[in-house]
């Protein structure tokens, strides 16, 4: 059974430009959250997607957006990229009934 | 609002020593608890969780954390360190919304290191 994956494992971009990162769910889940890490910090929740609805939101701006597919499967979009976005992107997955979130190996983002 | 707060951010133990590293939080709803691991280049793998019952959780690897509702901590155990410890710790707690799958609010984290 296939834990979360997602893709790309790394990715630089410059300043201004649109990313878009993917993340597959572990098998039976239906819920995806993603949290961005920076270098040296915790977690920050972004947002959580279920039945491919956004069902909450982090602090932060709309900059930041997403989907959620009818597979479960997820993609972070972000546009206008600043130098601040560099950092490690997570995504976790969980199934509506339990809190437990499982975490892949995320998305390192160098952002130039 | 919730937060978590890890005392220290580094912590240093011998080989075979005990770990300890502390998390103490704040909630105005009664919390879930959360301990993750994270290895070098790697993402999160849950180590224990605490949500109802018993106070005393057991987790991978050897760990186990208490809930301690009056002192709001839910710090983090192992009798013996083992040189495979040496990783990030992060305590989280949920949100205080009410339903299934809680956002979790992490604290900074703890930088276990290990000696021989």
């Known amino acids: 059974d296939a834990g979360v994956t997602q893709s790309p494992t790394h990715l630089i971009k410059t300043r201004g430009q649109q990313v878009t990162l993917r993340c597959s769910p572990k098998?039976?889940?239906?819920?995806v959250s993603w949290y961005q890490q920076a270098l040296g910090q915790g977690p920050q929740f972004i947002f959580q997607?279920?039945?491919?609805?956004?069902?909450q939101r982090g602090n932060f701006p709309d900059r930041f957006s997403g989907h959620q597919f009818p597979n479960y499967s997820s993609e972070l979009n972000v546009n206008a990229l600043l130098l601040g976005d560099s950092a490690l992107y997570l995504c976790?997955?969980?199934?509506?009934?339990?809190?437990?979130?499982?975490f892949g190996p995320g998305t390192r983002l160098t952002v130039l | 609002a919730q937060s978590v707060t890890q005392l220290g951010s580094h912590v240093s133990v011998s080989e075979g020593a005990l770990v300890l590293l502390r998390c103490n939080y704040s909630s105005s709803v009664p919390p879930y608890l959360f301990w993750y691991v994270q290895y070098p280049n790697q993402g999160l793998q849950l180590l224990l969780k605490y949500t109802t019952g018993a106070t005393l959780v057991k987790g991978i690897n050897g760990f186990e954390a208490e809930f301690k509702k009056s002192e709001t901590s839910f710090h983090l155990t192992k009798p013996s360190a083992h040189m495979s410890d040496a990783a990030e710790y992060f305590c989280?707690?949920?949100?205080?919304?009410?339903?299934?799958?809680?956002?979790?609010?992490w604290g900074l984290g703890t930088s276990l290191a290990v000696n021989p």
């Open positions: 976790a997955s969980s199934w509506a009934g339990e809190d437990t979130q499982y």
């Open positions: 997607y279920y039945e491919e609805e956004e069902r």
């Open positions: 989280a707690v949920t949100s205080g919304w009410t339903g299934n799958n809680r956002k979790l609010i």
């Open positions: 098998s039976g889940h239906d819920t």
